[in-house]
């Protein structure tokens, strides 16, 4: 049985908290011989009580070194940023929540990378992280992406009319899907062409496996539940304006980094839940 702990000691919200178990997990990759990254800021960003929200989340992997998935993901959009950005670039992070990119990352010259999130959310990163040093041109952009991030984004600095990156990791199922739909159109409209997006999506078997129920009613006690799954994840991209959609998942050629066995969610079994790592490019 897993303890309860308090979920919102900081205020930051639910989605905010799982920030925190975010930021717990990359600490614990962290400290791993074969790590997939470094990222050294992350335990002071998930806070003395790290340890007890990996457990809480994920109380099956409580004694091992975690879902792989996690680390899976992290490793991928580093891959995926530093092939995509090219000197002047413009970097987005949607939803950035405590995402330490901008100072763990080598960026090119001329970067600026603006992370949307909410303003709770920034602020403790910001006083956690006050006496660390960023790799790029890093502005904040204090703004929920069900209201008028765009505009505050646009305010910030951003210019639609030089080239784009787009990220959103461990996002998109956290909104309902017109507004998944809504926040993707939005990036679309503003990208010049060529520009690029990465973002990871979950298939709708997640909601009916039975193996992640005690997860999602976790997740649901904590005022962050995952709303939106798609098993068009490449479609879904493509009704929202991006174009060269490419979509892989762990288990696939390219994104396991040697964490996840090959062929182990063959696609003709219906409800497994499947993982989508998801790119593409404005027309």
Known sequence: ??????????????????????????????RRPDRLFDDPFAARLAGPDGASL????????????????????????????????????????????????????????????????????????????QDCTEHCDRRVVAADLAGEWATALTDAGFDPSRPSVWFAEGVLFYLPEPLADRVLRDTARLATPGSRIAADLI???????????EFLSRLAEADSPWQFGTDDP?????????????????????????????????TVLPNLPRIYLVSGRAA
């Open 203 to 213: 298939g709708t078997g997640i909601f009916r496996f039975r193996y992640m129920r």
């Open 54 to 129: 990996l457990t809480y989340f994920h109380p099956r992997h409580a004694n091992d070194n975690g879902n792989p998935y996690l680390s899976i993901r992290t490793r991928w959009f580093d891959d995926f940023l530093t092939a995509a950005v090219t000197p002047g670039v413009q970097v987005v992070g949607l939803g950035a929540g405590l995402d330490t990119r901008a100072y763990r990352l080598n960026w090119p010259d001329g970067i600026v990378l603006f992370e949307v999130d909410q303003p709770a959310v920034l602020g403790y990163k910001a006083e956690r992280l």
């Open 234 to 266: 490449a479609g879904f991209l493509r009704s929202c304006g991006w174009s060269d959609v490419a979509v892989t998942e762990p288990g696939h050629r390219g994104s396991s980094y040697g964490r996840w066995p090959e062929a182990s969610s063959p």
């Open 1 to 30: 049985m897993t303890t309860r702990i308090d979920l919102n000691p900081y205020g930051l919200g639910g989605v905010g908290e799982t920030a925190r178990w975010m930021a717990a997990a990359r600490a614990r990759e962290s």
